[in-house]
């Protein structure tokens, strides 16, 4: 089993819709946890992390960390052309590297 | 913009050949940290470099090695290639309290096609 997991896609919305992106992990020690943001031909580049349980937003953008259930999301309001990007979530304890999920492909259509 | 560079872009190698990948850190950043992404994969952590030195390694052979020097920029080193390694080769800098929760400046990879 990965240590995070999500759906690989391709999800495919229209302009203007809430896009809800979903992971699973499954080290508890993680305390860390990460969205970032993968164009096409490009370097990964970090949207938003939280620290523990709870939301936190950031303008169009909330990242949602329910620990007990070991389950990140990441919600876009408003969703733009702009935002088709492979999404990856991550996860990490406090002194340890950053693992990473396989990423959502996502595609605003407009 | 990130402000991390990597150099070459793209290269093309054949089995069993060594390469060198290298990395400018963003100004002010003192961590280094290299992953590789696989087509259609998350990155995979390689090797990160704090200070010059090793701090932290993920499942890779030790064909795989690195440096990180005085002005923090960094090389990965890659031994007897082979077709597995064809990949993107990311570098990450950041600072040592940033790279504790995660958050890591990339650059935009060095793709290498092992024949």
């Known amino acids: 089993q990965k240590e995070v997991e999500q759906d690989p896609g391709p999800l495919s919305v229209p302009e203007g819709a809430i896009v809800s992106l979903n992971c699973t992990y499954s080290?508890?020690?993680?305390?860390?946890f990460m969205w970032y943001r993968q164009y096409s031909r490009k370097g990964p580049e970090l949207l938003m992390y939280?620290?523990?349980?709870g939301n936190k937003e950031d303008g169009r953008f909330t990242a949602q960390v329910d620990k007990s259930s070991k389950y990140i999301s990441l919600f876009i309001r408003d969703s733009q052309p702009s935002d088709s990007a492979t999404y990856l979530c991550?996860?990490?304890?406090?002194?340890?590297?950053?693992?990473f999920g396989p990423g959502t492909s996502l595609s605003v259509i407009p | 913009e990130t402000g991390v560079t990597q150099s070459p872009t793209h290269l093309i190698k054949t089995r069993g050949q060594q390469v060198t990948l290298r990395c400018s850190s963003q100004?002010?950043?003192?961590?280094v940290s290299w992953y590789q992404q696989a087509l259609g994969q998350g990155p995979q952590f390689i090797f990160q470099?704090?200070?010059?030195?090793?701090?932290g390694r993920g499942n890779f052979p030790p064909r795989f090695s690195g440096l990180q020097f005085p002005n923090y920029s960094s090389e990965l080193n890659v031994n007897a290639l082979e077709l597995d390694d064809s990949a993107l080769y990311l570098c990450?800098?950041?600072?040592?309290?940033?790279?504790?929760?995660?958050?890591?400046?990339f650059g935009e990879g060095s793709r290498l096609t092992v024949l």
């Open positions: 470099y704090y200070r010059e030195e090793e701090n």
């Open positions: 080290n508890s020690a993680f305390q860390y």
């Open positions: 990450a800098s950041s600072t040592r309290l940033a790279t504790n929760t995660g958050e890591l400046f």
């Open positions: 100004s002010g950043h003192n961590t």
């Open positions: 939280t620290y523990s349980s």
């Open positions: 991550a996860g990490k304890t406090s002194y340890d590297k950053v693992i």
